[in-house]
Every structure is written in structure tokens, then in C-alpha cells.
């Protein structure tokens, strides 16, 4: 039987798969990767991804990434309550009116791109971070959190205003970072970075943390697998952009994690899909996107 997976990271609906999305969907679910959770980046594009997450029959999450900022306003904020409100809205037949809403993300801080390092531009990430945490805690949501040279000013963060967990997607933090995290109710999201032989740390935390904290991710578009990236120079000659990363990638991703901890590739799949329900309890809500039965 083929394996499945659950692709806990992955913008579907962004603008580089619109010519080819329902293909890039089946070349997914062909190889086993049955459900992609669909995490949002900007308010303007609450709606059409709730579209999409209802097309699919996919879960999803809401939120304000930090590369967004810059551009995002406060009414924005409004927007995310009352979306999130209406998907979690019960009807009067007791129905939930959107299970598929999972999580509030992708939100986080980016302390790596220097434009959003600027003293005034760190202050809104804080801002739109501390306030999309409040959310997350009134609403009982988890959260997908974007971590980029942030890992100790996200975490606590989460110590002022706690959460019930989620994922720290894209980690590549430190072994003891990882462990707060842990310790917060987080599983650690890993993928195509780990797939390059020079990322050594990252291996080392792949291959050494409990497999209970981890989950799987593409980012797809973006962090394309080795196998899939063109280094600069390869860029500039053939006058092309950087490989396009899909969803169907993901069972490539996780045979490099199997093989680094020496674990079976099904034990992998069977894991990171408990792991992923774990963390993201709502997903056990909808039988057509719940991926793993207790
Ligand atoms: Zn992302």
C-alpha cells in the first residue's frame, strides 16, 4: 500500500502555481501526499485561500506573515478575527461552519532580511506577532510560526502569552532552542534545507531529536530539495529563476530524513502524520482532511 503523507507547510495558493495548481494538487496526490496545510502570508488573501482549502479538501491556516508586515495595517488584524470567527461558528445543527481552519499562521519574526531589521520595522513584527498570539490563545488555536533568526524572541513570546503549541516550520535553531520548543507543545517542521549535504547542524538536529517533534513541510513554493536547486551561477547562464519547489517533492524529503536517523521510511510517514495531528488537534475535525485515526 502507498504510503501517506501530510505536507504540514505548503502555499498552495500562491502565485507561481496558478497556471498548473490542479496539477501540481494531483502530481501531490499521486505519490501519497494526501493533505497540504495551506498557512495564509497576507489578509488580501484570506478569502480566495478558503476557496481553495474548500476546492481541495484541505486544511489551512490564517495569519500575517512577517515578510507582510511592512505592508499590513492594523484593519487587517480585524480581518483575521472575524474570518477566524466565522470558521470556527457552529450552526444551529451543531455543525462546525469551517473545520478545515487549523491554525493561526504563518506569523513569526524575520530577523534576517535587512529591511525588516530596521529598529522601526523589528517593532511592527512584534506588533503584529504578540497580537496574532493573542488571538491564537483566545481562540484556542494553534500556531505556524515562521522562525528566522527570531527563535529566542518568538519563544518568548510564547512565554508571555501561551499558546496551545503548533509548529516552528523551516527550524534551524539550536539544539537548545529546539528543546523549548519542544517543551512549549511544538513539533519542529523540517524539509529541502535539510536535503544539502552542508547543512550540517540541521542534520544533526533531524537525525538526534525525538521523532515526536518533528513534522515534514515543503514550503512550496520555496526551499526547493538539493536535487531541485540551481545555485546562482546556474541561474545567471541559463537565465533562470530558482527551481520551483511542489508538494509531491515530500516523500523524496522524508526518505533523506528516514535515511539520516536510520529509521524506516514508513515509520517516518506513520510518525510525522501523528505528529502533525498532534499538534494541529482541528485537523481531526473533518474526516476528508483528518489524516490519522487515534
Ligand atoms: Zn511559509
Redesign the pocket.
Known amino acids: 500500500m502507498m504510503l501517506q503523507w501530510i505536507d504540514s507547510?505548503c502555499?498552495l495558493d500562491a502565485p507561481e502555481f496558478s497556471v498548473d495548481r490542479a496539477d501540481v494538487f494531483k502530481r501531490a496526490q499521486d505519490v501519497g501526499v494526501k493533505w497540504c496545510v495551506m498557512?495564509a502570508?497576507q489578509a488580501k488573501d484570506f478569502e480566495s485561500l478558503q476557496r481553495l482549502a474548500k476546492l481541495f479538501h484541505q486544511p489551512y491556516a490564517l495569519g500575517i506573515?512577517p515578510l507582510y508586515v511592512p505592508h499590513a495595517q492594523a484593519e487587517d488584524l480585524l480581518a483575521l478575527e472575524s474570518c477566524i470567527q466565522a470558521a470556527l461558528a457552529v450552526n444551529q445543527a451543531g455543525e462546525l461552519s469551517d473545520p478545515r481552519l487549523v491554525a493561526v499562521g504563518?506569523i513569526g519574526l524575520d530577523f534576517f532580511v535587512p529591511a525588516l531589521c530596521e529598529p522601526s520595522m523589528r517593532e511592527k513584527q512584534m506588533f503584529f506577532y504578540q497580537a496574532q498570539l493573542k488571538l491564537a490563545q483566545k481562540y484556542h488555536l494553534p500556531v505556524?510560526l515562521?522562525v528566522r533568526k527570531s527563535a529566542d524572541q518568538l519563544l518568548s513570546g510564547l512565554r508571555r502569552c501561551a499558546v496551545r503549541g503548533g509548529i516552528a516550520?523551516?527550524f534551524n535553531g539550536s539544539e537548545q532552542q529546539a528543546q523549548q520548543f519542544i517543551n512549549l507543545g511544538f513539533a519542529l517542521g523540517f524539509g529541502g534545507a535539510m536535503t544539502f549535504e552542508r547543512a550540517l547542524q540541521l542534520r544533526h538536529l533531524a537525525s538526534t531529536l525525538p521523532l515526536a517533534a518533528i513534522v515534514l513541510e515543503t514550503?512550496a513554493p520555496?526551499m526547493p530539495p538539493h536535487w531541485l536547486y540551481r545555485t546562482h551561477s546556474q541561474r545567471q547562464a541559463e537565465g533562470l529563476s530558482q527551481g520551483r519547489n511542489e508538494p509531491c517533492e515530500l516523500p523524496q524529503i522524508a526518505a533523506v530524513l528516514a535515511q539520516l536517523r536510520g529509521d524506516s521510511v514508513a515509520s517516518v510517514a506513520t510518525a510525522t502524520l501523528r505528529n502533525t495531528q498532534r499538534v494541529l488537534p482541528r485537523l481531526s475535525l473533518n474526516p476528508t482532511v483528518s489524516p490519522y485515526v487515534c
Open positions: 507547510h502555499h498557512p502570508v506573515h504563518e505556524i515562521h516550520h523551516a514550503d520555496d
